[in-house]
């Protein structure tokens, strides 16, 4: 299984802004919730009952599944499914602001 992180498109999309990428999740049957998580933060590996998304606005979020590692910045979510172990981190001194999505 790989590690497909879905990238911002401004062209289709319009300008990253924090609601607009919460709209492009939610229509998506997602129910999201956003976290600011200060450098240093870090997640090891654990798993979750339901899928998830984890999205980035701001900041640089270092994710670990299935063996491969993706590095999210401003723009870029990643699909965890149910039961998938991963962890995560915050890359740099930048806080990451990230909107945390599970299915409803």
Do not use: C
Request: charge should be neutral; avoid cysteine.
């Amino acid at each position: 299984m790989s590690v497909n992180v879905h990238h911002w498109n401004s062209a289709a999309d319009g300008q990253l802004t924090e609601a607009a990428m919460r709209k492009k999740i939610e229509a998506q049957g997602f129910r999201v919730t956003k976290y600011v998580y200060p450098p240093g933060t870090y997640f090891p590996d654990h798993t979750h009952a339901m899928d998830k998304i984890d999205g980035v606005v701001s900041g640089r979020f270092r994710m670990t599944m299935h063996g491969q590692e993706a590095v999210l910045g401003p723009g870029d979510w990643l699909e965890v499914p149910r039961g998938a172990v991963h962890s995560a981190e915050v890359v740099g001194k930048e806080a990451v602001v990230s909107l945390d999505a599970t299915r409803k």
